[in-house]
């Protein structure tokens, strides 16, 4: 085999090694909502999205060398599939990080680059069937370790130099958070987006309604209680907001729980996330946002306010909340509902 295809087989590596990091911090992006953890994976995930841009020189010519092939090229579909969609994977990703949230019709950039993440699998894994790349003893040369730290630099580069432009133009989204979420209603619920989860959607609730709280069905006149708590709602959706949450605190309704306990904050539509005991402290069963009633899109009467976690984590509509033996990480790392 010659020099060149041997080159050609590392550029897929390469190109496999990037997809497959990028999709693994892309769920450990949506996944961290506590600093500095957040801006590590953000910064690592940024420069292996661009590190692809980085071989499309390389893996141009793969591309021209197969299609001058007369044979019958299995899985050329799945290529050109791949292609269209690692291009708007990483436009949109890159559309998100400089111009911020923002809603394009139905949808935002943010949606669209997962939505193609992960769309892509099934087309990666049959074009890499397709054109199966083993390893070799030499792909742990020096050599190579080297060129895989040059595009790890390259990375970085074009990663820097996107910030630094995004910076120097004073464009919307060089002020997102670390998580890569920007900044919408701090202080001001009402302008707060409604967003939801998958196909979790707003209920139509009696203001009467009870909740729950391990044997015991309190209303509303006695959840609505003093304790305030200032907290940054982070939504997977690409936004985040600042407010004074008020209500009572998950540890006083609760009281003494087993250290090994679990609790689970079940939302009137179904829709739950399961806690270790020792953050009931942390939690709060919030009635109001910046001093007024909670709005139906933002969960009244009741929702949980779980500092430090994602917005997923902030179970809206709760119905119940339930002390469980099982412990906090058996369940799905990501909501299905
Ligand atoms: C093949 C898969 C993926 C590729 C190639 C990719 C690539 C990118 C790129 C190039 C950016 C812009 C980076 C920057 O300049 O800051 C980005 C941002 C982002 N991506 Fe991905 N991504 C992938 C998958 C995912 C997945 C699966 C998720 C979430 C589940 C995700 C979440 C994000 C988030 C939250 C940002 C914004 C980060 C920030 O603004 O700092 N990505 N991605
Ligand atoms: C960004 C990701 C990738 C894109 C967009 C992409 C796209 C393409 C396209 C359009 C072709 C030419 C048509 C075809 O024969 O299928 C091709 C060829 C090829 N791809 Fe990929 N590819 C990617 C990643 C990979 C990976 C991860 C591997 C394997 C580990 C791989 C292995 C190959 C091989 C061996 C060929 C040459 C086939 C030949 O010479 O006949 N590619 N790729």
Known sequence: ??????????????????????????????????????????????????????????????????QRRRTHRPGRVAGTALGVLVVLCVASGLLHTLAGYRVYG????????????LSLIPFLLAHVIAHPQRPR????????????????????AVYAAVEGGSALLGL???RRRATGSGEVGSGTPELMPVTQWLSDSVPVLDAGDRVRIRDQELGLAELDGTDDVTAILDCTGGWYAEQVWSGTRLDRLLGTLPADASIDVVSVTGYRRRFPASATRDLLLATRAGGTPLSAGHGAPVRLV??????FWWVKWVAEVRVVDAPWWLQSPFPLQ
Not at 306 to 311: D, L, Q, V
């Open 1 to 66: 085999m010659s020099g060149g295809r041997r080159a050609g087989r590392r550029t897929n590596v390469a190109l496999l090694s990037l997809l497959v990091l990028s999709l693994a911090t892309g769920a450990a992006a949506f996944a961290i909502g506590t600093l500095p953890a957040a801006t590590v994976v953000a910064v690592t995930h940024g420069a292996l999205g661009v590190g692809l841009l980085v071989l499309i020189p390389w893996k141009s010519v793969i591309v021209r060398r197969a």
């Open 172 to 174: 919307p989204g060089a």
């Open 137 to 156: 003893p030499a792909d742990l040369s020096r050599r190579v370790l080297l060129r895989t730290a040059g595009l790890g630099a390259a990375g970085l």
């Open 306 to 311: 779980a500092p430090g976690r994602r917005g």
């Open 106 to 117: 139905p949808i935002t950039a943010l949606q669209i680059h997962v939505g193609t993440a």
